[in-house]
């Protein structure tokens, strides 16, 4: 079956442009995350979505970042006026809570993102 | 700041020896999980821990779970090439996952 997708898979940008990074998730998982990797760093959290709840937005860095996720499946996550500490790998993961005891998370491949 | 410290930060071993990787935090964690990433994927999940003192083994990979639920081993037994890659740690608190910086492991053949 298909796993988490992601578009584009690499995205170069000038500084002070826009950026929409996409995300497919598994086909039924009802939660999604958005999650940032930079450079010798770990995965750094940054937005939840579970089904028609609330999403969780306490990891995102700045008010230049969002996300929204339609019709509870595919996602987008916006950074408007790029910077170049913005540069890093982008992850996407979705999830079905409840399926088992302790919820997995499956990851796309991600978007490396690079600010000039 | 990294809710979750890993050591070493670089592992470079030769095929057929052994190796260990530390995952450390003050903090206590409803479970934690191992993940392994290969350059240009996204992590996998390898296992996940949730009892204190738990210990798991995935062939030559063992996995442990500290009494008190903060720190985590990973040791592999006659390392592999094909065991090269990142392994993070991830501690869960209800839904989100706070994860280590990644131990970078190269196996020589």
């Known amino acids: 079956g298909a796993g988490v997708s992601q578009s584009p898979s690499n995205k170069v940008t000038e500084k002070g442009k826009d950026v929409e990074l996409r995300c497919d998730p598994i086909s039924g998982h009802t939660a999604l995350y958005w999650y940032r990797q930079s450079l010798g760093q770990g995965l750094e959290f940054l937005i939840y979505?579970?089904?028609?709840?609330?999403?969780?937005k306490s990891g995102l860095p700045s008010d230049r970042f969002s996300a929204e996720r339609t019709g509870g499946s595919v996602s987008t996550l916006t950074i408007q006026r790029t910077q170049q500490e913005d540069s890093a790998v982008y992850l996407c993961?979705?999830?079905?809570?409840?399926?088992?005891?302790?919820?997995?998370?499956?990851f796309g491949p991600g978007t490396r993102l690079t600010v000039l | 700041t990294q809710l979750l410290e890993q050591s070493p930060q670089f592992l470079s071993i030769q095929e057929g020896e052994n190796l260990t990787v530390y995952c450390n935090s003050s903090s206590v964690f409803s479970s934690l999980q191992w993940y392994r990433q290969e350059p240009g994927e996204g992590p996998v999940l390898l296992v996940t821990v949730v009892t204190g003192g738990e210990v798991k083994k995935l062939k030559r990979l063992t996995f442990q779970f500290g009494d008190a639920r903060k720190d985590s081993s990973l040791h592999i037994t006659a390392a592999q090439p094909g065991d090269t890659g990142l392994y993070l740690c991830?501690?869960?608190?209800?839904?989100?996952?706070?994860f280590g910086a990644g131990t970078t492991v190269t196996v020589r053949a």
């Open positions: 993961a979705s999830s079905r809570p409840g399926l088992g005891f302790v919820d997995e998370q499956f």
């Open positions: 979505f579970q089904g028609n709840s609330a999403p969780d």
């Open positions: 991830a501690g869960l608190s209800d839904y989100k996952l706070s």
